[in-house]
């Protein structure tokens, strides 16, 4: 009897010792899961900048993963609420804001007592404003602005907000309460940015000029300050302060900046320092500047009517950089030209050369008012052409369609009825003039 009873007691403990075994074993498992999930998020995010990732990494895939096996397998455990917002932060690394939003919006509803639950609503916040859906990000950044861990980062995060959605005026009235506290200088570098840009956008440019050059004073990048410059210059642009432009550029040796430099002096007359500029960019830079140098050296030229030197510098322009912007637009201006040159010199059939001539000024350089002009030499210096006539209804059609100038273009209809009545644009003339006078009093 007393051997039964020894060998049941023994086979209960054998029993109790077994559960304990594999309630071990499981609790290894569960924690190594969860000891692994956290690693890879840990390991992942030395790869996050700014709340953003620089290069794709499979470790958010594999805290995924471990996550994924933690709130299935053991959906009581105390680690449920880091395993969601890992896995919810992992997903807006990776750019998928709907499912990160999916796990984030759980763990707030859920687990309102999470220590994660701040995190939660500034990665909720991230997410809403990656979508574009600035209603739900302002909410969420202002509820986890709440909290002093995520404040600052709350409010910078939501001028960004403020700036996708063009609502500068909260913008500036968040940044500037923003920079009166104590902002670690990149921070403030981002703020000032943001600051500045709202404030060119809404046209206050004096205050943008302030804030852009408080900007420079604290910024230490050679590019960076290079960009502010260019910056700050458009602004003096804007604010049609040549002068001062002028002044601010005047000691800067970068190519940009002396092609921008060249082309005030464009606008303020001097043209002989805006060409020796020019000519000094394009003959000592081989970048896309100075195939800028060489085309706008090239406009100067056209604009005198010194054709050939025109060429020759849009070609120079070609030659130096044929892929950038001022390239690919001397390519196309140069062959028009060239032919403009050819027509020029044709001794044969000057009327029609005339005549193409004019349309390549109105169909190839939409210049209206120098075609207009050229259309007129065709009618007046080869009245019996049979471009004549044409010549004349083209003038009569840029002056109303393109011109909006009606006097002007009814004393080319007039003339064309009195000149050419016979010819097939005398009845176009005719509709034309007939609209105009049917047209309501003071309608365009």
């Not at 060119?200 to 410059?229: G, H, P, W």
Request: aromatic share 14%.
């Amino acid at each position: 009897m007393m051997n039964l009873l020894h060998f049941a007691t023994y086979e209960r403990n054998l029993i109790t010792m077994l559960i304990s075994f594999l309630i071990i074993l499981s609790g290894c498992a569960y924690f190594n899961t969860f000891y692994n999930a956290q690693s890879y998020y840990r390991e992942a995010r030395k790869l996050v900048v700014n709340d953003t990732l620089k290069i794709d990494s499979e470790l958010f895939d594999k805290t995924i993963e471990k996550t994924t096996a933690i709130i299935v397998k053991y959906p009581q455990s105390r680690y449920v609420d880091d395993a969601l917002f890992m896995m919810g932060a992992s997903y807006y690394y990776k750019g998928d804001y709907r499912r990160a939003l999916e796990k984030l919006d759980f763990l707030c509803l859920n687990y309102p007592g999470s220590k994660f639950y701040d995190d939660a609503l500034y990665y909720k916040g991230l997410s809403h404003y990656k979508q574009d859906k600035f209603g739900p990000a302002t909410i969420a950044l202002k509820e986890s602005m709440q909290s002093k861990a995520y404040r600052v980062k709350s409010l910078i995060a939501l001028c960004y907000v403020y700036f996708k959605n063009e609502n500068y005026a909260s913008l500036i009235e968040v940044s500037q309460s923003l920079l009166k506290e104590g902002l670690h200088s990149r921070e403030r570098r981002w703020v000032l940015h943001l600051l500045g840009e709202a404030q060119f956008n809404q046209k206050t440019y004096r205050d943008a000029l302030e804030t852009f050059t408080e900007l420079l004073s604290i910024t230490r990048v050679k590019e960076d300050r290079r960009q502010l410059k260019l910056k700050m210059a458009e602004i003096y642009l804007e604010m049609e302060d040549y002068e001062l432009c002028h002044e601010f550029l005047q000691d800067e040796k970068d190519p940009e900046f002396r092609n921008l430099l060249a082309d005030l002096n464009v606008r303020l007359g001097k043209i002989e320092e805006a060409e020796g500029i020019y000519l000094d960019v394009a003959t000592s830079s081989f970048s896309e500047f100075g195939a800028e140098a060489f085309y706008k050296l090239a406009e100067i030229y056209r604009g005198n009517d010194s054709l050939e030197q025109a060429i020759a510098y849009y070609d120079s322009a070609l030659k130096r950089s044929s892929l950038s912007e001022y390239g690919v637009k001397a390519r196309k201006i140069v062959d028009v030209l060239r032919r403009i040159d050819a027509l020029n010199k044709e001794t044969e059939n000057i009327d029609r050369a005339q005549f193409l001539l004019a349309e390549a000024y109105f169909i190839d350089l939409n210049n209206l008012d120098r075609a207009v002009v050229e259309y007129e030499k065709v009618h007046t210096d080869f009245p019996d052409s049979k471009w004549a006539p044409k010549a004349m209804y083209a003038q009569l059609w840029i002056t109303k369609n393109l011109l909006n100038n009606d006097s002007l273009a009814n004393h080319f209809g007039q003339e064309l009825l009195k000149r050419y009545p016979n010819s097939e644009y005398a009845k176009s003339a005719e509709n034309i003039l007939a609209e105009s006078n049917n047209e309501p009093e003071g309608q365009e």
